[in-house]
Every structure is written in structure tokens, then in C-alpha cells.
């Protein structure tokens, strides 16, 4: 069972303000997902190796090529707020 | 009274390098990389971080990260992954940077760094592939936000390929640390991984330090953040060690905490430690696939290293006969090495070595300079020694047109002609070795009487006749011939 603590402190981690209700709603569905964890963890898996993607492929690279980017207005017109040439947002500690 | 015992102070320090590597684009987007650019001229929907955008990595930075890793005798691994570590900052767009966790590109290799106290192995713990952060512009309350609080932000360097390299905790002295970065600089100028540029921050500093415990275990470590030229971590070292003993002596603890030298004050300064800072959940990048690296591919990429600062040592001394001291100094700096390279290759290569590694790279020390700035050319320096060579110009006078090239880059003949500092000819020396001997006749009758002590006050008088402008063994030798002893 994930603690109410610990579902406050992904919930920090994540940036997300959640109300009490969502706390213990998110720890609900949580708890399922780790039960499903645990399932896996049943199986003997000493010889599999670990998957990071489910794609049964390796080595997508691109050539050192510039491609296409952003004008500066175009960059900048989804600024939450523009100083100048500069995105401008809040500070954090 | 009481005997105190005198406690030993032994240094640990570790450091951690971020490099940006040479490529022309960003390491998960065709954006150019550029410096000094307006801001927000370089971007696009990765490397701002726009929803469903997906990133792919850059070949070129992969085979540069195997090559720094090969220069320092890294083992590649055969798969590499991808992590996100996730962090919220401003610039940061995606809260996660893509970087490499439990499987990084390279692991386990060293470098070997000459320090006063000799040679020394540094081992290098690992060395991985990630993005650079965007730049951040704080502002405070009096800045230009209004009234409110917040970073500005540049994005042009978001998403730049970044290679961190993280030594094991094998350097004992500050000293020995500014001599590791140094070494690791110009192995990755010579592989041509990174420009390596600290003004342009393409090189990146932190150390670890602590002092070691009585019983030989480690100390509580602190760090040292950004040190953004060598010489401060040098001296940022120095500083903090001074700190941490005062805490020992005085009897208490050292507090495991991250530190910013300010050289301005020579003084380290304690930086707010970030809540949860040390709670990445990293986890493998689902956006980007494993990357396989074959030993055929590494040893490609092996046969192109070109030749490394150690090999190019050992060169030095069986191609010029040169001390292992002196080829570590030319080839310590890249460009100095090319220089020597080519003066050696036309006049008598020990010769070269004196002059380089002594008079010009003293010059160099002075004014600040990097022998790419210096107006003396090779050319000149084969000129110089020649004229010293054919006895044109005295050592000492050369001495004095090496620094008259170095500041106006004159040939040294011109330099010659115009300051007058030939040196005396064969038959006015013979007048002026007549003339003080006629002038000091006590000390001439003593030196005929087999004192030869007094042979070195008659060259001075000579010398000083001449101004500087004879060669001292001849006057000594014009001397011991008139005076038939």
C-alpha cells in the first residue's frame, strides 16, 4: 500500500496540486498499478533482459545536418510572457 | 604541557566535467549550435520542449563520445540507454533532461597528469551522453519583470550535446587538480571532441573535496560548483580546503553541502540547497531507442584517434632527445607543440626547446597569452636561434629581441638592426678585452697567477662594456688566451 505521504510527495515531485480527495484517489489507482508490478515481479525473469522500449530496434540515429528551426517570433509567440527576446517566467528556487 | 600531535591534512579530490561536444547541431534536434547569437534564434519544437515533439539522437556526437571515451581509455559499452532525469527549473522546458543513468556510453578508463610532484593516474569513473539546459537570466525584484520575480530565458543553447566526465577521487592537491583539467582539456582538443573554450562555458568544472580521515577513510565531501577557469579551481580548492581544516581543527564537522567559489573575494559561499534536488526518478527515455555499439564500429572509430598528448610526449623525447620535463611542457599545450614542431624541424631541437619552453613560454606566462596569440611566428624563432647560432647575436641580447618580437612582431633581425644588439665583432672585442685588462691590472696579474676566480670579474667587465652585446664564453675564452693562463 502506497502511504498518503508518499502519494503527496510524487504529487510534489510532479508539480501537481492536488485536493484531498484526489490524494486518495490517485492512491486508489496507484496501488493498482503497483499490484501489477508486483504480479510481473512473480515470474522468474533471471534471463530476460531489461526492455526500455517496446520497439525491437536499435541505433535510429540522424546526420549532423541543421534542419529547419523557428523564427524568433514564431519561438517566442508561445511565451507565457516575453521580456524583449526572452521567454519570461516565474522563478524557482 | 601538553604535546599536541600534528595532524596530516591529505586532500580528496574528485572532479566532473561537462564538455560540449563539436558537433553543428544540437544532440536531439537538427538546431545549429551557436555562441553569441540573439537569443532564441536556434530553436524548434524539440528543444523547446512542445508536446509530442520527438527527439533523435545525433550520430556525430555518439562516435565524438566514443572517441573522448577511447582518448581516455575508457571501455565502450556495447548497449547504450538513455534516462530522463527529471527536474522542474525555467531552463529546463521538458522537466527532464535526457541523459544516461545506469548505462552510460563509457566506463572505467584513466589519464595520466604530470604534476610537480610527478606523475600521476586519475581514474575516470564514467563518462555519458546528455543535453545541455537552456541559458537562464535571473532577475530580481528590481529587475525588469514588473514587479514579479522570474528567470529569463535563451533557449539557443538548449539541447546542445553535452558529455559529462566524472573522475574517480584520485587527485591530491589543487594543484594536481588544475593539472588533471588541464590534461583532459587539451586530450579532448587533440581528438577534436571539443573546442573546449571555458569563456564560451564548452567546458564546465565541478570538484569534490574532502580531507581524509586519520584512519585513511574519506571525510565528509563537499562541492564545488562551476568553477569557470582553472586557475579558480585551483584556487577555489585551496580556499576550500583551508575552510574544512579550520572546521577540524576548531574541533568540529564538516556538513556535506554544495559551494560556489567567488573569486572576486577568494571566498566559498554555501549556494541554497534545492528542495528534493537529489529526487531525479530516473527511468529509461521511451522516446529514443538503444543505441548498439559493435566492436567493429568502436575500433573504426579508434584507428581515427589522432596522436594523444601522452603519445606525443613520449615522440617529443626519442624524436628530439628531449627530458620527459621538457616534451611534457611543449606538449601540454597543443598549439605550442605545433610550433615547437616547426621550429625544431630547421635548427638543433634542444635549442628550440631552451628558447620555447623557457624564454617564450615565460613571455607567454606574463602577458596571459596562448602562443595562437603571440606575434612570434615560427619563423621567427628559427631566425633568432640562428643568429645566436652564428654568433650574430649574444644569448643574453637574444633574449632581449625575443621580447621586443614578442611585443611588435618584428623579425628579430629588424629587432637587431634597430636596437643595435648585434653583437660585438671578433676585433672590437679583442679592444674591449685589451682595454679591461689595462684598466683592472690587479686582478689581470692575479688571474696569470692562476687565480681564475677573478676571471668572472673581468667577463663582467667586459660585458658590461659591451653593453650585453658579446658572448660571454668567448670573452671568457679572449680573456684566458691574452692572459696565457
Known amino acids: 500500500m502506497i502511504s498518503e505521504e508518499q502519494v503527496r510527495h510524487v504529487a510534489n515531485l510532479a508539480r501537481l496540486g492536488l485536493s484531498d480527495d484526489e490524494i486518495e484517489k490517485m492512491g486508489t489507482q496507484l496501488d493498482a498499478i503497483l499490484d501489477s508490478i508486483e504480479k510481473i515481479r512473480e515470474l522468474d525473469l533471471a534471463d530476460v533482459p531489461p526492455t526500455a522500449n517496446p520497439l525491437n530496434l536499435s541505433n535510429v540515429l540522424r546526420s549532423d545536418e541543421p534542419r529547419p528551426e523557428l523564427s524568433q517570433e514564431e519561438a517566442l509567440s508561445m511565451a507565457p510572457e516575453r521580456v524583449d527576446d526572452l521567454f519570461a517566467v516565474p522563478r524557482i528556487d | 604541557m601538553e604535546v599536541q600531535e600534528r595532524r596530516t591534512y591529505t586532500a580528496v579530490i574528485g572532479l566532473e566535467f561537462h564538455v560540449h561536444l563539436a558537433t553543428t547541431t544540437k544532440m536531439f534536434c537538427g538546431c545549429r549550435v551557436t555562441y553569441g547569437e540573439p537569443p532564441n534564434t536556434h530553436t524548434c519544437p524539440v528543444c523547446l520542449g512542445h508536446p509530442g515533439a520527438l527527439p533523435v539522437t545525433n550520430e556525430k556526437a555518439v562516435e565524438l563520445g566514443v572517441m573522448a571515451g577511447l582518448a581516455l581509455n575508457c571501455d565502450v559499452a556495447e548497449r547504450v540507454v538513455f534516462a530522463r532525469k527529471n527536474y522542474f527549473y525555467p531552463d529546463l522546458p521538458k522537466g527532464y533532461q535526457i541523459s544516461q543513468y545506469d548505462e552510460p556510453i563509457c566506463t572505467g578508463g584513466h589519464l595520466d597528469v604530470l604534476t610537480s610532484e610527478g606523475r600521476i593516474r586519475v581514474g575516470i569513473t564514467r563518462l555519458h551522453l546528455e543535453e545541455d539546459a537552456a541559458k537562464n537570466v535571473h532577475v530580481g525584484t528590481s529587475g525588469r519583470m514588473h514587479g514579479s520575480v522570474g528567470s529569463l530565458i535563451d533557449f539557443n543553447r538548449g539541447g546542445t550535446p553535452l558529455m559529462e566526465i566524472v573522475t574517480e577521487p ?183 626547446s631552451n628558447w620555447i619552453s623557457g624564454d617564450l613560454r615565460a613571455l607567454l606566462n606574463e602577458t596571459g597569452m596562448d602562443i595562437s596569440d603571440s606575434r612570434v611566428t615560427p619563423g621567427h624563432m628559427i631566425e633568432l636561434i640562428e643568429l645566436v647560432g652564428s654568433g650574430k647575436v649574444s644569448r643574453s641580447a637574444a633574449r632581449t629581441v625575443l621580447g621586443k618580437v614578442f611585443e611588435t612582431g618584428d623579425s628579430p633581425s629588424a629587432v637587431v638592426e634597430r636596437e643595435g644588439l648585434a653583437s660585438v665583432g671578433s676585433d672590437e672585442l679583442s679592444g674591449v678585452v685589451d682595454e679591461a685588462i689595462s684598466a683592472n691590472p690587479d686582478e689581470a696579474e692575479r688571474v696569470r697567477n692562476g687565480d681564475k676566480k677573478v676571471v668572472g670579474f673581468l667577463v663582467g667587465q667586459v660585458m658590461k662594456a659591451t653593453r650585453g652585446n658579446a658572448d660571454g664564453g668567448r670573452v671568457r675564452e679572449l680573456l684566458m688566451e691574452k692572459l696565457g693562463s
Not at chain 2, 564545488?224 to 579550520?246: I, T
Not at chain 2, 553541502?257 to 529526487?279: G, I, M, N
Not at chain 2, 522516446?287 to 617529443?316: H, I, K, N, T, W
Open chain 2, 170 to 352: 584520485d587527485i591530491p592537491s589543487p594543484e594536481a587538480a588544475r593539472a588533471t583539467a588541464n590534461q583532459l582539456k587539451e586530450i579532448l582538443r587533440a581528438v577534436g571532441v571539443s573546442e573546449a573554450d571555458m569563456e564560451k562555458g564548452q567546458l564546465r568544472c565541478d570538484a569534490n573535496v574532502s580531507i581524509r580521515n586519520p584512519d585513511g577513510s574519506f571525510g565528509t565531501k563537499t562541492e564545488l560548483k562551476n568553477m569557470n577557469s582553472f586557475r579558480f579551481v585551483e584556487r577555489g580548492l585551496v580556499r576550500e580546503l583551508e575552510r574544512q581544516r579550520e572546521i577540524l581543527e576548531s574541533g568540529g564537522r564538516v556538513e556535506q553541502t554544495t559551494l560556489h567559489y567567488d573569486p572576486e573575494t577568494d571566498e566559498v559561499h554555501e549556494l541554497r540547497s534545492k528542495e528534493y534536488a537529489h529526487d531525479y526518478r530516473y527511468f529509461p527515455e521511451p522516446d529514443l531507442l538503444p543505441l548498439e555499439l559493435s566492436p567493429a564500429y568502436v575500433r573504426e572509430l579508434g584507428a581515427q584517434l589522432p596522436e594523444l598528448p601522452d603519445q606525443m610526449l613520449a615522440r617529443f623525447t626519442r624524436q628530439y632527445g628531449l627530458s620527459e620535463y621538457d616534451a611534457g611542457v611543449l606538449t601540454a599545450d597543443r598549439d605550442l607543440a605545433a610550433f615547437y614542431e616547426a621550429v625544431a624541424a630547421e635548427v638543433d631541437p634542444k635549442q628550440a
